[in-house]
Structure formats: C-alpha cells, structure tokens
T-cell receptor, first 113, second 113 residues
Framework: DADVTQTPRNRITKTGKRIMLECSQT?????MYWYRQDPGLGLRLIYY???????NKGEISDGYSVSRQAQAKFSLSLESAIPNQTALYFC????????????FGEGSRLTVL | SQQGEEDPQALSIQEGENATMNCSYK?????LQWYRQNSGRGLVHLIL?????REKHSGRLRVTLDTSKKSSSLLITASRAADTASYFC?????????????FGTGTRLLVSP
C-alpha cells in the first residue's frame, strides 16, 4: 500500500459544486501539504499544516479550504468549484524537523466543467 | 512568481548521453532538492543538497550548488530511456523557517533509444 494515499484519483464536476479531496498517510509525519500543478507553472502551494492545530496558507489559498482531521489525514475542499480550478492536485508529507524531503501521493486530477 | 526556475524547459537527448539541467532561485535557502515526475504521477525525491555543500552524488546523479550565484545543476550521466520524465528543483525558504518548499517549473527530459 502507498504511504500517501489520495482519493479520488480522478473527478469531473460542474461549476458551483463542492468538492473534497482527501489525503491520508501512514508515514507518521506531522507536516502535510497540498499542492496544485498546472502545465507550465510547476507546483504551487495551496495550504500546509504542521500538526492538527496548525494550518497555514500557501501561495494560492483563495477558493480553497483545508481540514486536518487527524495527524494522518488532511483534506482539501473547494466550496464552489470553478473551471480555473481544473488541475492536478498533490498531497505530500514531510517528517523529521521539516527540512527534509517531501513524500507525494499519486495525485487527484480534478476537472471542473 | 516562482522561486525556482529550471533551464532548459525541455531537453531531448539520445541514450548514453549526459543530461544537464539548471535551477536558479531568488532567496536564501536551507537546502535545495531535486524531484522527478513521470507523466501525470506523483513526484519522487531524488537528492537533497544543503546550503553548506557544493556537490553531491547519488548513483548516476550529480548535483552542484552555488549559493553565491543562487543556482544549482543536476547532471544525469549515461542517460537511459527510463530517465524520461520531468525534473523539478525545490527550495526550502529561509523566511518560513525553511518549512515551505517551493518548486520550479520543471525541465522535461526525453531520452530516445
């Protein structure tokens, strides 16, 4: 089983719908991250969390919210999806003192029509 | 704007040749990391170089870091078709206590048999 699991892997939805992308990890890491990937723009940080009570905005948090339900679970929500939120979304974790490598999930491809 | 910018954006070589990718960044860092992404998949960590290191090796990978020029290079020697992927540099930003890892836009490498 993967260390970082994202669900759903693919989702097509309509403008205005609420969408939740879920991430769970078995690595025991405190730090979890949500990134968005668009062609030609690389990965951009949406939100990150150091523990259950510590949530921080990234570069592009507008239109998104997150919930850290437990150390192992970090969910990303789009309250009212719009077409320019069509992208590939990645969850990642980081252990230790937080200065090491990221471990990524396989991604959630979201299409908003 | 992106912290890291990779150059070139795309690189096409033959098997057996060496591939060199460059990364430039803007602000002080704690470390610089390189990741690989196969098409549409999650990113995989390749190598981390700390700000007080100048060169690091891992198998066929060689990474250099020049903090005075705010630049890094990734060399893949004796490339194989299986090395075909996108490669990203990522930097841990000092102004976030090095907790945020910011990615560049990536280099797409194509290795032809």
């Amino acid at each position: 089983d993967a260390d970082v699991t994202q669900t759903p892997r693919n989702r097509i939805t309509k403008t205005g719908k609420r969408i939740m992308l879920e991430c769970s990890q078995t690595k025991g890491h405190d730090r979890m991250y949500w990134y968005r990937q668009d062609p030609g723009l690389g990965l951009r940080l949406i939100y990150y969390s150091f523990d259950v009570k510590d949530i921080n905005k990234g570069e592009i948090s507008d239109g998104y919210s997150v919930s850290r339900q437990a150390q192992a679970k970090f969910s990303l929500s789009l309250e009212s999806a719009i077409p320019n939120q069509t992208a590939l979304y990645f969850c990642a974790t980081r252990g230790g003192r937080g200065t090491g490598e990221l471990f990524f999930g396989e991604g959630s491809r979201l299409t908003v029509l | 704007s992106q912290q890291g910018e990779e150059d070139p954006q795309a690189l096409s070589i033959q098997e057996g040749e060496n591939a060199t990718m460059n990364c430039s960044y803007k602000t002080s860092i704690n470390n610089l990391q390189w990741y690989r992404q196969n098409s549409g998949r999650g990113l995989v960590h390749l190598i981390l170089i700390r700000s007080n290191e100048r060169e690091k090796h891992s198998g066929r990978l060689r990474v250099t870091l020049d903090t005075s020029k705010k630049s890094s290079s990734l060399l893949i020697t004796a490339s194989r078709a299986a090395d075909t992927a996108s490669y990203f540099c990522a930097t841990a930003l000092m102004n976030t206590g090095f907790q945020k890892l910011v990615f560049g836009t990536g280099t797409r490498l194509l290795v032809s048999p």
